[in-house]
């Protein structure tokens, strides 16, 4: 008997030196590996087991982790896991501190990116792939997406994508049956054949380019000579859908043949532009009782009658048994100070002549992205709303609108990150709630260095309930890795997309729909992350505030200045993380800490002024008397349609507002002023 393979494997490129027999023998391995493993820690074996051959193709073909290999949904990916040197450990599986039931960075350079949802993996292999182009590399690029992955709305918008700007990507369709079955026959698989050939491809250009030049006629029988070649490849294909966005179609092709896949992989590896692989796969393949029952399997813990004690496991395939190899988890682990007299920002007036934050945003982003070649802008078919259409005029090859696909906008981005990029997505505060998961899943999970450029945060005004910016920040604030940041004014806009920029984790910049106000242009300087700044010195109260509206807090405390109270205020600049040493110095000994922000005060930036307050109070007496009061668009409803002023007005959000709401809670606190309020001014 033959020594067993997969232990003696370092790595991917091992593959490459095995013969056909091989290959053959180290499948049987994987698949004794997974099925005994899984016997003891549980997991996803039917998926996994369904693309062994796949996964040994695609790693004798690619150069990983030079070339990249996407899993989408990364349940299948345990054979990738056992190829990619870490089958020692792959007794650990989903065990407290051993390897990932999915493809985890920290565990391998092989694996590309963090997954576990399905749909993602078409928008970042995108990425990467755009990435690539732009730096002009040559590595090469595969998503592995399976049949049900296929049909979530991200994937199609994602296919969209793929097809319109045929960037060149390998798309490996894994259909075990459980939700695409398309028509089989011999016409299908001969044009297949016909397409993969670089006869067809170098044939068909030449043919088109011949008859274009014949005068009068040739582009009217050129296009008629496309259409008909078009219409008897679709009428023949069942992937026809493939083919009217743009990607070429391949299938179908027997999962389980080695020699049918590397073949086939080989060749669609050297076309240009998208190509789409359909494998036909069995799920459970080589193990009965998971073959017999596709979904009790999908995922499983085998109970142990299903491994024998002599290590050789039933209906396996024809390989070698790799368990003994394994090492077993137990089952039961368990898976700057400015003076009191400071003119405040809205001293300034604003007039509908001054450029808004969009403007603002987008003018300086340009001029950063004239010394960063690796900017670039994504919007979701908003070019013009969120001001991209100027960078689009200045960087047209980088620039990508994805459409009305928020979900595909931010993974794509992922991709992009990952690639090297620097992408900026720009949306509006209501649109991005529609990619929450993207948020969460893609860019913050694999803490990649997105920056999602907030537009509209806050009140949008006449568009009403459905457009109103209010979530966001709150549905933010709860992420890892993510920096949540908003300007006082349009100046320190232009200064906190630079300190965006420069860094190397996901970070989310808010700015209003509003006019800036007028202040000059100057060179913006990087901000320190998490780091506020005091605007006004005082005694009594503190505010502490977020966004444009600390310079309505500004006012309010101009007019509580008046009533006798010595008022200090904060601009925090960061939500996430919070200045809390700087809040905490200043509100000590303080009657009372007021938050401002025109966001929903649920679990909003108050809310982390509070959590830290509250937090410190177990160890300072200073802070167990001073009372917090949070201000923002209250919870529970939503706001209806109206001008911004207006809403301001009803909300109490405007100055007055603000101050009203402020002498409200003093009263009942039962606070009183310090010092004595300065005389009314005589008119004269």
């Avoid at 899984?38 to 693309?51: D, K, M, P, R, W």
């Avoid at 007039?351 to 900017?375: G, H, M, Q, W």
Wanted: with cysteine.
């Amino acid at each position: 008997m033959t020594a067993p393979i997969l232990p003696s494997l370092t790595g991917p490129a091992d593959l490459r030196r095995l013969t056909e027999v091989e290959l053959e023998l180290l499948a049987g391995e994987v698949r004794d590996a997974i099925i005994a493993t899984v016997a003891t820690t549980g997991g996803h074996l039917g998926s996994s087991l369904g693309v062994v051959e796949l996964t040994i193709a695609l790693h004798r073909l690619l150069e990983s982790p030079r070339d990249r290999i996407v899993w989408d949904t990364g349940h299948q990916a345990y054979p990738h896991k056992l190829l990619t040197g870490r089958f020692a450990r792959f007794g650990t599986l989903r065990q407290l501190g051993g390897i990932g039931g999915f493809p985890r960075r920290s565990e391998s350079e092989h694996d590309v990116f963090d997954g576990g949802h399905a749909g993602t993996g078409l928008s970042i292999g995108q990425g990467l792939a755009t990435a690539r182009d732009l730096r002009h590399g040559n590595e090469r690029i595969a998503v592995v997406v399976g049949d049900a992955a296929i049909t979530s709305g991200l994937s199609l918008e994602a296919l969209n994508d793929i097809g319109q700007r045929k960037t060149q990507l390998l798309i490996v369709l894994n259909d075990n049956e459980m939700s695409i079955s398309p028509t089989v026959g011999g016409l299908s698989k001969y044009l297949s054949q016909i397409k993969l050939s670089g006869t067809w491809q170098s044939s068909k250009t030449a043919y088109d380019e011949l008859v274009g030049r014949i005068p009068a006629v040739g582009p009217t029988v050129r296009e008629l000579s496309q259409r008909l070649r078009a219409s008897v490849v679709n009428f023949a294909q069942p992937g026809r859908l493939f083919e009217d966005l743009g990607i070429t179609y391949i299938g179908l092709v027997p999962g389980h043949d080695l020699k049918a896949l590397l073949s086939t992989f080989q060749q669609a590896l050297e076309l240009k532009g998208p190509v789409i692989v359909h494998v036909r796969t069995q799920k459970g393949h080589g193990f009965r009782p998971a073959e017999a029952d596709q979904v009790g399997f999908h995922g499983a813990a085998l109970p142990p009658m299903a491994v024998p004690s002599n290590g050789h496991l039933e209906g396996n395939g024809s390989g070698p048994a790799a368990a003994e190899g394994v090492q077993q988890a137990p089952r039961s682990m368990p898976t700057e100070s400015m003076a009191d007299d400071a003119a405040p920002a809205s001293a300034v007036i604003r007039t509908p002549k001054n450029p808004n934050y969009t403007a603002v945003f987008a003018k300086e982003l340009i001029e950063r992205a004239r010394s960063d070649e690796r900017i670039v802008a994504i919007t979701a078919g908003m070019p013009t709303g969120t001001g991209l259409s100027t960078f689009a005029a200045s960087f047209p090859d980088r620039f990508i609108d994805v459409g009305i696909a928020e979900q595909h906008s931010l993974a794509l981005a992922t991709g992009l990150a990952m690639g090297g990029m620097r992408p900026v997505v720009a949306l509006y505060s209501t649109f991005l709630q529609r990619a929450f998961d993207q948020t969460v899943h893609d860019i913050c999970q694999n803490d990649q260095p997105v920056l999602i450029a907030v537009d509209r945060a806050g009140l949008v005004g006449e568009d009403g309930t459905s457009h109103q910016g209010m979530f966001t920040l709150s549905a933010q604030r709860q992420l890892p890795n993510l920096v949540i940041a908003s300007p006082k004014d349009e100046q320190e806009l232009r200064s906190l997309l630079v300190t965006a920029l420069g860094q190397d984790r996901p970070f989310a910049l808010h700015y209003p729909r509003d006019p800036g106000f007028g202040l000059a242009p100057i060179d913006p300087a990087p901000v320190p992350v998490g780091r506020g700044e005091v605007l006004r010195e005082g005694t009594d109260i503190l505010f502490v505030g977020f966004g444009p509206i600390v310079a309505r807090a500004l006012e309010a405390a101009g007019a509580l200045a008046a009533d006798g109270w010595s008022v200090a205020v904060i601009n925090a600049r960061f939500a996430k993380p919070l200045d809390r040493d700087l809040i905490l110095d200043h509100g000590r000994g303080k009657r009372l800490v007021v938050t401002f922000e025109e966001s929903i005060v649920t679990g909003g930036f108050g809310s982390g002024v509070l959590e830290a307050m509250e937090e410190a109070r177990l160890t300072e007496p200073a802070l167990r008397d001073v009372a917090v009061r949070i201000l923002g668009i209250p919870g529970g409803a939503f706001v209806d349609h109206g001008s911004v002023a207006d809403l301001r007005r009803v909300l109490r959000l405007d100055a007055a507002g603000l101050a009203e709401q402020v002498r409200e809670t003093l009263v009942a606190i039962g606070a009183t002023p310090s010092t004595t309020p300065a005389p009314e001014p005589v008119a004269t």
